[in-house]
């Protein structure tokens, strides 16, 4: 009978370990853990930097006062009196231009932005929260807050460490390391590539910063490419579907999305992605998370054709935006 005992006490461990094994899978890949509402400046100045614990209520916010506005059928934030094509949208604040171009056999969707004052280039989070396993399309993050255009972020989700920083709340400040190039982005609307191992973000965020995103590599600095034409994320190949967004100048950006991984498309190298920001007039550049994750919506329509397998043509869901709106 021993034998018996042994083999139920086999199986018991063995169901065990699986069932732990598993619930630890689910909890590093889908259960939300860590959420924290999405807050504004504002709200930090009372609580400081982010802690574990979680929020209840939600709110969408932007870094200044809003000002009036209506929502247009596509869901997306606009005046009143704006000229909207498929291509553009124009009003007394905002000038968005979206051209697209052939490089390199890569289909690449730039769009060409001017804005008033940095109040109108904002953050988005899935579900409105930061936290671990929040993930929800480009898509819907855009009709959530109200977009007139957004991209895809920096997917701040797939790492724990790295700055986060969204519409002047620091949610996050373990650095990554003197490997990793951040993208911030200051209260005057001016942009910078930092790298994390020479500043912390709470320096930054002393200096104005208002948006941090932790992807990289930087691609374009004081107007000179910082790429090699070997350079490449390290989980990448390299030609894929890019995301990268640019400053001209304060009040001028430049956001920019390719396509890959497909025979119509095959997609950029960073130092292609570079020479395309170049081109657009960036004198900043920052690559933001690729592949699968790579959307541009405008005006409540996916411009681009997002694939992570290039067998499919579909969004992939992702932890944040970056967009154009009140």
């Known amino acids: ?30 259960l939300p853990s860590n959420v924290v509402s999405m ?17 209840s209520s939600s709110s969408s916010t932007s870094k200044k006062s809003t000002t009036s506005s209506t929502t247009t059928s596509s869901g997306s934030s606009s005046s009143s009196d704006a000229v909207v094509t498929d291509k553009s949208y124009e009003d007394d604040n905002i000038k968005i231009t979206i051209k697209e171009k052939t490089v390199d056999d890569t289909q690449v969707y730039i769009a060409d932005i001017y804005v008033k004052d940095s109040s109108y280039l904002n953050s ?14 480009t898509s819907e993050i855009t009709s959530n807050v109200g977009a007139i255009l957004a991209i895809n972020g920096d997917f701040y989700g797939f790492r724990d460490t790295g700055y986060v920083m969204r519409n002047g709340y620091l949610y996050r400040s373990t650095s990554a390391g003197s490997d990793q190039d951040d993208l911030v982005v200051y209260e005057n609307g001016t942009m910078e ?11 930054l965020k002393e200096k104005g910063a208002t948006d941090i995103y932790s992807f990289g590599p930087g691609l374009v600095s004081n107007g000179k490419i910082l790429v090699s034409e070997n350079t490449e994320v390290s989980q990448s190949m390299s030609s894929n579907p890019r995301t990268a967004i640019g400053m001209v100048e304060s009040g001028h950006y430049a956001m920019i999305v390719s396509d890959g991984r497909t025979s119509e498309s095959q997609g950029l190298s960073l130092y292609e992605l570079a020479g395309v920001m170049k081109d657009s007039g960036c004198t900043v550049a920052y690559n933001l998370d690729g592949g699968g994750s790579s959307t541009m919506v405008f005006n409540g329509t996916v411009v681009n054709k997002p694939t992570t397998n290039g067998n499919n043509i579909s969004e992939r869901s992702v932890s944040d935006i970056i967009y154009i709106g009140k």
């Open 1 to 30: 009978m021993k034998w018996k005992t042994h083999i139920a006490a086999a199986i018991v461990g063995t169901a065990l370990i699986t069932a732990y094994s598993g619930y630890t899978l689910l909890e590093t890949f889908v």
């Open 193 to 203: 590539i930092i790298n994390e191992g020479d500043v912390t973000a709470s320096e």
């Open 39 to 55: 807050k504004s400046v504002s709200a930090e100045s009372t609580s400081g930097t982010s802690s574990s614990t979680s929020s």
């Open 124 to 137: 988005g989070l899935a579900d409105n929260s930061f936290g671990e396993n929040l993930k929800e399309k």
